[in-house]
């Protein structure tokens, strides 16, 4: 199975401070992206990464992606209240995205 | 663009009867996907539709699942008989092309089977 985990299950933090959640995968992927879901609603898309990619940006965030490790991390700086959510890799060799369990961020104002 | 709609939000059924639940991708989208999600499993692929023709269709759960797609712009999900372990949030996403691009997500329909 390509199934991405993210880790950790759930995190807990202050708003200001910055949030890293980790995401492992087994199989080799052609690119990786990263979704939030908040409460009651569907998921979005945060970034994707490609598999000849390291590190990529998109305002707060910051994914990385070590295929030798079969990892990928989300930082998001800066943390707000509006952070607050679920975040879930998404792995895909080809068409059929595998989505992991998610990560429960909650930001403290 | 309204983005993916789904229909109804919010469904409550008897074990027994015959659920419909209904998307329409977004327009120009020739990939849709149909998900459900539930604490117990997280969020599973049921089926994959490319061009409106069911590409992979192997998490679909059992018989009583059956999913169409008769024109690029609608695809239903149907549920007969229902059973209360098919509670859960169905989320329906379509995508721009085919292979593993970015997906929009419907805002789900929550199924309750009593």
């Known amino acids: 199975s390509q199934q991405g985990e993210e880790d950790p299950q759930a995190l807990s933090i202050q708003e200001g401070e910055n949030a890293t959640m980790n995401c492992s995968y087994k199989?080799?992927?052609?690119?990786l992206q990263w979704y939030r879901q908040n409460s009651g609603r569907g998921l979005v898309h945060l970034i994707l990464?490609?598999?000849?990619?390291r590190e990529k940006h998109s305002g707060r965030l910051r994914v990385t992606l070590d295929t030798s490790k079969k990892s990928s991390s989300l930082l998001i700086t800066a943390s707000r209240a509006a952070d607050t959510a679920s975040y879930f890799c998404?792995?895909?060799?080809?068409?059929?995205?595998?989505f992991g369990r998610g990560t429960s961020l909650i930001v403290h104002p | 663009d309204a983005g993916v709609i789904q229909s109804p939000r919010h469904e409550v059924t008897e074990m027994g009867q015959e659920v419909t639940l209904r998307c329409k991708p977004i327009?120009?989208?020739?990939?849709l996907f149909w998900y459900r999600q539930t604490m117990m499993r997280g969020l599973e692929l049921l089926i994959y539709?490319?061009?409106?023709?069911?590409?992979?269709d192997s998490g679909m759960p059992e018989d009583r699942f059956s999913a169409k797609m008769p024109n690029a712009s609608f695809s239903t999900l149907k549920i007969q008989p229902s059973e209360p372990r098919d509670s859960a949030v169905y989320f329906c996403?379509?995508?721009?092309?085919?292979?593993?691009?970015?997906?929009?997500f419907g805002p789900g329909t929550r199924l309750t089977v009593t």
């Open positions: 996403a379509s995508s721009w092309d085919r292979g593993f691009h970015e997906q929009y």
């Open positions: 199989t080799s992927i052609n690119n």
């Open positions: 990464i490609r598999s000849n990619e």
């Open positions: 998404a792995t895909g060799g080809s068409y059929i995205p595998t």
């Open positions: 327009s120009g989208h020739n990939s």
């Open positions: 539709f490319n061009n409106n023709v069911p590409i992979d």
